[in-house]
């Protein structure tokens, strides 16, 4: 074995023995507990669609009215994940959930203009119920304040990312008509997503 050879050979050794196991896991960081607030919805489907297509349904009624729920919504996850040991039977129910995106799916399929005070009122349920299922997994030793801190940072920046989004599609240059049907449309597949949760639900 020729000396270069040599050399590698016991510089490889000594990395392998080296070798320590890693501890990477997010939550063992100082902030730990705030990405967990913050990626917990994002695993979920349920809050996937339904934070999807809130945002959607408020684009669609125009920046005045829906900066609206860029304060509701954050202000009701927060509420219910601190309330969520009173109303835990409640958020944890598929059909509901279901139900929910049925209705927005629907309300966007048909285009309908509803007032701000619905609106608000819509998302303000929505984000308690879902607030309240995100505190299903929090442990005893999770620090609830960077939790509910993380959850209040994600729910407001995807409600405003995808309402900006919404409200960006529709005032573009090009002709308008056929970007409203195309909100209706997602609409109504939004709809169809809700129907097919609410017969998973009733079948389970």
């Known amino acids: 074995m020729s000396a270069p050879t040599r050399r590698m050979s016991i510089a490889a050794g000594l990395l392998v023995a080296g070798i320590q196991p ?21 695993t979920d489907l349920q809050d996937l669609v339904l934070w999807f297509s809130l945002g959607v349904l408020a684009g669609s009624l125009g920046a005045g009215r829906g900066r609206w ?44 203009r509803i007032p701000i005070l619905l609106l608000c009122a819509m998302a303000f349920a929505l984000a308690v119920i ?10 005893p030793e999770t620090d609830r304040f960077l939790f509910a801190a993380g959850l209040g940072c994600i729910g407001y920046a995807a409600i405003t990312l995808v309402m900006a989004l ?39």
């Open 22 to 42: 890693a501890s990477a896991h997010i939550v063992s960081s100082r902030l730990g507990d705030f990405y967990a607030g913050a990626l917990h919805p994002l």
């Open 69 to 112: 729920i860029m304060v509701v919504f954050p202000l009701g996850l927060l509420i219910g994940l601190l309330s969520a040991h009173a109303i835990g039977a409640l958020s944890a129910g598929s059909a509901l959930n279901a139900g929910m995106t049925l209705l927005v799916g629907l309300l966007l399929a048909a285009a309908l």
């Open 130 to 139: 879902r607030g309240a299922a995100n505190a299903s997994d929090l442990a």
């Open 166 to 204: 919404t409200v960006a599609f529709r005032q573009a240059e090009s002709p308008m008509v056929w970007r409203g049907i195309a909100i209706r449309a997602l609409g109504g597949w939004i709809a169809a997503v809700g129907l097919m949760m609410a017969g998973l639900s009733l079948a389970s």
